[in-house]
C-alpha cells in the first residue's frame, strides 16, 4: 500500500510539475500541439526542449516556457516520424488480422515498419512571443519545423485558412516552407 500510494504521489507531482511555475527564472506552463503539414510522413511524437508532445494532433498539458522571450533564445525541437505511413519501404501494406486478431505476419509488418521510424532534431531560434497561446509545432515537408508561441502569431497562420487539400498548401505558404523537397 504504501508503495501505491508512493507511485501515485510520484505521478501526481510529476503531470503537474510542467504546468507550475519552476525555481529560478520564472515559467509558465501552457498546452502544446503537433500541426503536421506534410501528409508524406505521419508525426509519432515530438519534444521541445525536451517537453513532449504526441503526434496525434490537440492541445495536451503541459509544457513549461519562461514568463518572458528574451533575444537569442534557442529550443531543440527533436521528433519521431514514420516515413512511409501505411506501407513499409518495400511497399508491402499490413496483412489482415484473423477473426479479429493479430497474425504473427502483421506482428512482423509492424516490426519492419516501426524500424523504419526516423528521430530528428533540429535547433531553432524561439520566436517572439508576448500574449501566448500554447507551444504549436507545425512540421513541414522537406524535415522542416516551425514554433508559433505568440498568439496573434497564430491567428495570422491559421485564420480563415481553407480546408481540404488546401490546407497543408497554404500552411506551408503561409510559414516559409517549401512545397516539395528535390
Same mark, same amino acid.
Given at each position: ?40 510522413i !505521419? ?17 495536451e ?65 524561439v ?42 498548401t497554404?500552411?506551408? !505558404?503561409?510559414?516559409?516552407?517549401k512545397?516539395?523537397?528535390?
Amino acid at each position: 500500500m504504501r508503495r501505491l500510494f508512493g507511485f501515485a504521489a510520484a505521478w501526481i507531482w510529476l503531470s503537474l510539475s510542467g504546468c507550475q511555475s519552476l525555481a529560478g527564472e520564472e515559467k509558465i506552463g501552457i498546452p502544446a500541439r503537433v500541426v503536421n503539414a506534410d501528409k508524406s510522413i !505521419r508525426i509519432i511524437w515530438a519534444t521541445f526542449n525536451g517537453q513532449g508532445v504526441s503526434g496525434g494532433g490537440g492541445d495536451e498539458c503541459c509544457m513549461s516556457i519562461p514568463e518572458k522571450w528574451k533575444p537569442g533564445m534557442t529550443a531543440e525541437i527533436t521528433w519521431k516520424k514514420d516515413p512511409r505511413p501505411k506501407k513499409n519501404l518495400d511497399g508491402s501494406s499490413p496483412p489482415q488480422w484473423k477473426n479479429g486478431e493479430p497474425t504473427r505476419e502483421w506482428d512482423e509488418w509492424v516490426r519492419i515498419h516501426q524500424s523504419n521510424y526516423k528521430t530528428m532534431s533540429k535547433t531553432i531560434n524561439v520566436p517572439k512571443y508576448g500574449d501566448t497561446c500554447g507551444v504549436t509545432l507545425v512540421f513541414l515537408p522537406c524535415d522542416d519545423v516551425r514554433v508559433i508561441l505568440d498568439c496573434d502569431q497564430k491567428r495570422e497562420a491559421f485564420r480563415n485558412l481553407p480546408g481540404g487539400e488546401m490546407f497543408d498548401t497554404e500552411l506551408i !505558404r503561409r510559414l516559409g516552407g517549401k512545397q516539395a523537397c528535390q
